[in-house]
């Protein structure tokens, strides 16, 4: 049958193709695999060969069968099938699907563009096809007749009255049980199918990429997919419903993969989308490609004097071969992992003794030592036995180790005890030291921060005295030079004065002596007259200061200055 329905799908119900995992990062010698065509492997000891891609799980794919009334919707849409259809069942001699009524514009039941309408004839689905008005009228044309409503075209699913029309997107799919209750997927496509004998159930419409569970790994807290599990309600022969799982569905990542298994044979599935519907195929598991690390503690190990000793270990690696891991009965690389580490490290401890271990802590690229520390032994055998028989034993379960160290240890027992004790001293001791040096060194500084802020504070002061007497004697000097300048000043000042004085003095005495008239010396003295008794008031008593009485006044005062110089004497 020519139709869109799963052609990537047409001869397997595993949704998309099955290869080996490539490993152009490895070594030729640490090849895993040499063979690239290794899709599965059957698991039972008895038989070993090989098995082709999807071999076990093929199955018929029920969607692409014959089936009477069975239509894909191909690019000419629903109405197209429905057309078809309907062809089919009026050949056949059955009543055909599309009703011959013909659409109004003024009254009646509205079927609009896009939709179909649906009409119950007398238990038999009838379809409008046609957008417009059916009237109720006349009344013939509704006899036995019974108006359900309309559904759209675009719907992604219709059942009625035992027609089912399913179309889904590009993310979408559809799982869908026949009349025979087998099971078949539908994918980026449609049909259209009218059952006489039983229905067509669509049990499910599922978005591939947002599946309901997430799948982690239980370990590392990876996401390492998503599944969905549709299940259908069937009676039993107690009239009671019970559920039963038809398919599941898977989203792997990238750099993620599955393993399914069909009794003691085990395929590889890798990232994609797929659904699985044979029911002898199951998941057994979701792994990771990628790299991982973990810290993981290792069961109590005896020395070789009987000191039990706990290993706290760090593991990076990356898993390259999952067959081969769920070959030898794995559910996740940890688990192998861990056994064989622990019986790897269980072999190499027994036959150290405890004084070999008990100085090292550690395995790291910070205590590569070049073998005279007694505690060497150790370290060397970790470095070279451990990670050579764990890269070597990690190989055949499909996985690469790459990086091994022990971060700790713990002894225990009676010896580990006493030994705990004198360390617990020890650092104590080692503390206590610590501490009084601490305090000492403390104090130190404190003096020497004492001593220097006392240095700071004598520079200061003694920069502070500098500044004052600098500051004195230049306002000493400013003030001196003031003065000068002042005493300058005020000397040159009286001696214009004096020398304008003289000059007016001058002036004036030209001025007068260039006066011969008489009368105007008068009249000038007189003018000198009053000016002086104004100057000096009108009850001032002048004395002349030349002729007879100036010289007897003179006498006078010459007497009395003596008489008074005697009367001191005496």
Same mark, same amino acid.
């Given at each position: 049958?020519? /139709?869109?329905? +799963?052609?990537?799908?047409?001869?397997?119900?595993?949704?998309?193709?099955?290869?080996?995992?490539?490993?152009?990062?490895?070594?030729?010698?640490?090849?895993?695999?040499?063979?690239?065509?290794?899709?599965?492997?059957?698991?039972?000891?008895?038989?070993?060969?090989?098995?082709?891609?999807?071999?076990?799980?093929?199955?018929?794919?029920?969607?692409?069968?014959?089936?009477?009334?069975?239509?894909?919707?191909?690019?000419?849409?629903?109405?197209?099938?429905?057309?078809?259809?309907?062809?089919?069942?009026?050949?056949?001699?059955?009543?055909?699907?599309?009703?011959?009524?013909?659409?109004?514009?003024?009254?009646?039941?509205?079927?609009?563009?896009?939709?179909?309408?649906?009409?119950?004839?007398?238990?038999?689905?009838?379809?409008?096809?046609?957008?417009?008005?059916?009237?109720?009228?006349?009344?013939?044309?509704?006899?036995?007749?019974?108006?359900?409503?309309?559904?759209?075209?675009?719907?992604?699913?219709?059942?009625?009255?035992?027609?089912?029309?399913? *179309?889904?997107?590009?993310?979408?799919?559809?799982?869908?049980?026949?009349?025979?209750?087998?099971?078949?997927?539908?994918?980026?496509?449609?049909?259209?199918?009218?059952?006489?004998?039983?229905?067509?159930?669509?049990?499910?419409?599922?978005?591939?990429?947002?599946?309901? /569970?997430?799948?982690?790994?239980?370990?590392?807290?990876?996401?390492?997919?998503?599944?969905?599990?549709?299940?259908?309600?069937?009676?039993?022969?107690?009239?009671?419903?019970?559920?039963?799982?038809?398919?599941?569905?898977?989203?792997?990542?990238?750099?993620?993969?599955?393993?399914?298994?069909?009794?003691?044979?085990?395929?590889?599935?890798?990232?994609?989308?797929?659904?699985?519907? +044979?029911?002898?195929? !199951?998941?057994?598991?979701?792994?990771?490609?990628?790299?991982?690390?973990?810290?993981?503690?290792?069961?109590?190990?005896?020395?070789?004097?009987?000191?039990?000793?706990?290993?706290?270990?760090?593991?990076?690696?990356?898993?390259?071969?999952?067959?081969?891991?769920? /070959?030898?009965?794995?559910?996740?690389?940890?688990?192998?992992?861990?056994?064989?580490?622990?019986?790897?490290?269980?072999?190499?401890?027994?036959?150290?003794?405890?004084?070999?271990?008990?100085?090292?802590?550690?395995?790291?690229?910070?205590?590569?030592?070049?073998?005279?520390?007694?505690?060497?032994?150790?370290?060397?055998?970790?470095?070279?036995?451990?990670?050579?028989?764990?890269?070597?034993?990690?190989?055949?379960?499909?996985?690469?180790?790459?990086?091994?160290?022990?971060?700790?240890?713990?002894?225990?027992?009676?010896?580990?005890?006493?030994?705990?004790?004198?360390?617990?001293?020890?650092?104590?001791?080692?503390?206590?030291?610590? +501490?009084?040096?601490?305090?000492?060194?403390?104090?130190?500084?404190?003096?020497?921060?004492?001593?220097?802020?006392?240095?700071?504070?004598?520079?200061?002061?003694?920069?502070?005295?500098?500044?004052?007497?600098?500051?004195?004697?230049?306002?000493?000097?400013?003030?001196?030079?003031?003065?000068?300048?002042?005493?300058?000043?005020?000397?040159?000042?009286?001696?214009?004065?004096?020398?304008?004085?003289?000059?007016?003095?001058?002036?004036?005495?030209?001025?007068?002596?260039?006066? !011969?008239?008489?009368?105007?010396?008068?009249?000038?003295?007189?003018?000198?007259?009053?000016?002086?008794?104004?100057?000096?008031?009108?009850?001032?008593?002048?004395?002349?200061?030349?002729?007879?009485?100036? *010289?007897?006044? +003179?006498?006078?005062?010459?007497?009395?200055?003596?008489?008074?110089?005697?009367?001191?004497?005496?």
């Amino acid at each position: 049958m020519s /139709t869109r329905i +799963n052609e990537e799908d047409a001869d397997t119900v595993i949704g998309g193709p099955s290869y080996p995992v490539q490993h152009e990062d490895l070594k030729k010698s640490d090849r895993i695999d040499e063979s690239h065509d290794n899709h599965s492997t059957g698991t039972h000891p008895k038989n070993l060969e090989k098995v082709s891609l999807h071999e076990f799980s093929k199955t018929a794919d029920y969607a692409l069968e014959e089936r009477p009334f069975f239509v894909p919707i191909a690019k000419d849409g629903i109405i197209a099938a429905l057309k078809r259809i309907d062809r089919q069942l009026r050949d056949s001699g059955r009543t055909g699907l599309l009703s011959s009524k013909v659409p109004v514009s003024w009254t009646g039941r509205e079927v609009s563009p896009g939709f179909l309408g649906l009409i119950n004839h007398g238990g038999l689905p009838k379809i409008l096809t046609k957008p417009g008005r059916y009237p109720g009228f006349p009344l013939r044309n509704w006899w036995s007749r019974q108006w359900c409503g309309t559904k759209g075209l675009s719907d992604t699913a219709i059942q009625f009255q035992g027609l089912t029309v399913v *179309q889904v997107s590009q993310n979408q799919a559809a799982v869908i049980s026949d009349p025979q209750n087998r099971i078949f997927v539908v994918k980026n496509s449609g049909f259209v199918a009218y059952a006489i004998d039983g229905t067509y159930d669509v049990l499910a419409v599922v978005d591939q990429t947002h599946l309901s /569970t997430e799948i982690k790994d239980t370990v590392t807290d990876a996401i390492l997919g998503s599944i969905a599990e549709i299940k259908m309600r069937s009676h039993i022969a107690s009239g009671k419903e019970q559920e039963y799982v038809v398919a599941l569905f898977l989203n792997i990542p990238a750099n993620n993969c599955a393993i399914l298994q069909r009794g003691d044979d085990l395929e590889l599935l890798p990232a994609g989308q797929h659904y699985i519907t +044979n029911p002898n195929v !199951t998941l057994r598991g979701l792994f990771t490609l990628g790299e991982n690390q973990l810290e993981l503690p290792t069961k109590d190990i005896y020395t070789r004097d009987q000191v039990p000793v706990g290993l706290r270990i760090y593991l990076k690696w990356q898993l390259m071969e999952p067959l081969k891991l769920t /070959t030898h009965g794995y559910n996740t690389p940890y688990d192998a992992l861990r056994d064989k580490t622990q019986s790897i490290l269980t072999q190499i401890v027994a036959h150290l003794d405890y004084g070999a271990m008990v100085k090292q802590r550690s395995l790291g690229p910070d205590n590569l030592e070049d073998g005279s520390d007694p505690s060497s032994a150790f370290i060397d055998a970790l470095r070279t036995r451990a990670m050579d028989e764990m890269h070597e034993a990690a190989l055949e379960y499909g996985i690469i180790l790459k990086d091994l160290a022990v971060i700790d240890r713990e002894f225990k027992g009676d010896i580990a005890s006493t030994m705990d004790k004198l360390t617990t001293r020890a650092l104590q001791a080692q503390v206590e030291a610590a +501490n009084v040096d601490r305090e000492n060194s403390n104090k130190v500084k404190q003096e020497e921060g004492a001593l220097a802020v006392a240095r700071i504070k004598a520079q200061s002061r003694n920069a502070q005295a500098d500044s004052e007497a600098y500051s004195v004697i230049a306002a000493a000097k400013a003030q001196a030079e003031r003065t000068k300048i002042e005493a300058l000043a005020e000397a040159e000042a009286i001696r214009l004065t004096a020398e304008a004085d003289a000059q007016a003095v001058s002036i004036r005495a030209a001025a007068d002596a260039k006066v !011969t008239d008489q009368f105007a010396r008068g009249m000038e003295m007189r003018r000198v007259e009053v000016t002086r008794v104004q100057a000096f008031g009108n009850k001032t008593v002048f004395v002349p200061t030349d002729g007879t009485g100036v *010289q007897m006044g +003179n006498a006078m005062a010459v007497d009395m200055a003596a008489g008074m110089a005697n009367g001191h004497e005496a």
